[in-house]
C-alpha cells in the first residue's frame, strides 16, 4: 500500500511542475510526455526500491569471514 501512495504522490508532484512551468515560467510549456515519463520513472523507481529491500545488503553481517 505504501509503494503504491509513493507513486501517486510522485506522479502529483510531476504533473504539478508541469502545471507551474505551463502557467509561470516563460518560454516553457505543458508536455504531456514528461507527465508520462514522471509516471514511468517513479514506477521503476519504486519497483526497484522494493526490489533491493528484499536483497539484505548485510546477510553475512557477524559471520566469520575465514
Known amino acids: 500500500m ?4 509513493l507513486v501517486l504522490i ?3 508532484y510531476g504533473f ?3 502545471f507551474i512551468q505551463d ?3 516563460e518560454n516553457r510549456s ?3 510526455g514528461d507527465v ?4 514511468v520513472g517513479s514506477v521503476v523507481g519504486v519497483l526497484v526500491w522494493k526490489g ?3 536483497i539484505d545488503p548485510c546477510r553475512n553481517r557477524g559471520r566469520n569471514q575465514n
Open 10 to 12: 510522485a506522479i502529483t
Open 16 to 18: 504539478l511542475i508541469e
Open 30 to 32: 505543458w508536455d504531456l
Open 23 to 25: 502557467r509561470f515560467v
Open 2 to 5: 505504501a509503494y503504491i501512495l
Open 36 to 39: 508520462a515519463a514522471d509516471f
Open 52 to 54: 533491493y529491500k528484499k
